[in-house]
């Protein structure tokens, strides 16, 4: 079945936080080596998303996070400020940001399924993050339908302390989107989804977009990574 059929009655903005409460399963984030390197986004001192390290000076996100959502302009990125490893009153590392590159093809207020698959945007730190302190997610472009999948992230409801959903499973992918079983809140935008398997460090496969869901059933939608992020990440570095 295609995506767009599958999707067809999903709600699919994320927006502002509203009457929807938390879906996330509240599972300790230290059970995962390497959540350090994802942390909180906070955005002209009025939103939030979440975002992770994918190199010592640079953090993935979603295009979605760096507009004012009252006005649909960008954001300085000046006015960013990336914190890695929250956890309460702990931070790993904070840091500023100084550039933002956002995914050529995304149209800020578009909507609909297709935008999805260009959410996402790189941000150049200020200063770079040393990997003896938080080593960069690994990232990979494999991300298929069957896949075992986690998502931390940071949401309105949970604003210092990153939520971790654990085991989902890809439904499905087509082209550059990705439906997932995790459940999601509204912060989460940015936040990364990662495959970890046997042998392999974790390694971050898509970007959430948007909560949606499919009839009854709650999901999440993200952006997949592919050749367009390397592009991205030289034009930010």
């Given at each position: 079945m295609r995506l767009r059929a599958v999707l067809a009655a999903a709600c699919l903005s994320f927006g502002l936080?509203?009457?929807?409460?938390?879906?996330e399963n509240r599972l300790s984030v230290n059970s995962m080596p390497g959540w350090e390197a994802v942390g909180r986004l906070n955005i002209a001192g009025r939103n939030m998303c979440t975002g992770s390290l994918i190199?010592?000076?640079l953090v993935l996100t979603a295009a979605y996070c760096l507009f004012d959502p009252a006005t649909g302009r960008r954001v300085d990125p000046s006015r960013i400020k990336f914190e890695a490893g929250l956890n309460g009153r702990t931070v790993k590392a904070s840091r500023t940001v100084s550039?933002?590159?956002?995914?050529?093809?995304y149209r800020y207020g578009n909507g609909g399924i297709a935008q999805i698959g260009t959410d996402?945007?790189?941000?150049?730190?200020?200063?770079?993050i040393s990997s003896s302190e938080i080593r960069p997610l690994s990232l990979s472009w494999q991300a298929a339908r069957g896949d075992i999948v986690d998502v931390v992230s940071y949401s309105h409801n949970r604003s210092t302390r990153p939520s971790l959903q654990r085991g989902c499973q890809v439904l499905a992918k087509q082209n550059h989107t990705l439906v997932t079983s995790c459940r999601v809140d509204y912060g989460a935008s940015?936040?990364?989804?990662?495959?970890?398997?046997?042998?392999h460090a974790p390694r971050l496969v898509s970007v959430i977009s948007s909560k949606a869901a499919i009839g009854t059933r709650r999901v999440s939608l993200g952006s997949v990574l592919d050749g367009t992020l390397r592009a991205l990440m030289q034009s930010a570095g």
């Open positions: 936080p509203g009457g929807a409460k938390a879906d190199a010592q000076n550039k933002a590159v956002v995914h050529p093809e996402i945007a790189v941000l150049r730190l200020s200063t770079p940015g936040s990364p989804v990662i495959e970890a398997t046997a042998g």
